[in-house]
């Protein structure tokens, strides 16, 4: 699909592949064990820098579990950015902070007619979507250091497979975020 | 399980988290595209270095899967390192060149008499089987630059998190080495 803009996947995983819990908790991310010691922070800036990723996007889409995930939080966090909800059901005004896209197709066309130049996506299976439509050129993966066994995958299958030219690493706090640029044949 | 030896993974997986593709084909993994350039190597030595790993272990531990995998290569490569194969079926004496073990304790207990004081444990099931029976001490997985949509898993469920405490990252011709430690509560 033609496109002006860059699609961005900014994500953290368990070292086991895991978004969040089937439950959707996401404590193993969001509160590590602070008594376990890690190797020296390297790299810092390089990659996994969210405000850095932040300013090179100027639209969000996520999907209708993210979205509504988003809803039970204390407040909107997303005033600063439009935000794109992916969903074949929730109702186009049902909420006037998003707009709501019915497919991938209809995203992108948004997208384009917006102006877009950077695009982050977000939520797994929008992810996988995005990949699968060949609309991801970046993704940056940081990686928690815990293995959770089970729960929501970041990746799924693939029409083929995505080679990726890796471009930044960094490590803190045993969290270690690598960045990719995803190579077309 | 009582045992003086360490547990030690070094095993390589997509960035997507598979270890073969289902017909356990890996040139993903040992034919990168040469034309893809990646980031500048970091941290050379420091994760991902087999020969160091391989001084620290007297004992290679394997499933069945991964057996009959290297029994079609050219020659057994594992000629300075004896070898025990997982496997309920396995006739005892089908290899004078490898032992059998039936079962998870029946390893650990002939590791224990061998008096082995450190074990690379090989293969996907092998690997979940003595992560959820505790076995694994230290984890280096090393990602290559491609997603490859499915394949033989390197993680499997779990009956509780496993916390890992990073120790070393390197990078090197877009390859990302990471060691862990298992952290124990």
Known sequence: M???????????????????????????????????????????????????????VDHLVMGRGTYEKVLTFDAWPFDNIPVVVLSTSLPQDADTRVTVA???????????ERRSTGVYIDGGKTIQAFLDA???DEITITRAPVLIGSGIPLFGSLQHDVRLSLRAVAAKEGYLHAQYEVVRP
Chains 1, 2 share one sequence.
């Open 134 to 136: 060949d609309l991801v």
């Open 102 to 112: 019915r497919s991938v197709a209809e995203c992108v066309e948004l997208l384009n």
């Open 2 to 56: 033609e496109r002006q803009w860059r699609g961005v996947v900014f994500i953290a995983t368990s070292v086991d592949g895991f978004i969040a819990r089937k439950d959707d908790d996401i404590g193993w991310l969001t509160d590590p064990d602070s008594t376990i010691s890690h190797m020296a922070e390297v790299g810092a800036g390089a990659a996994g820098d969210y405000d850095e990723m932040r300013k090179r």
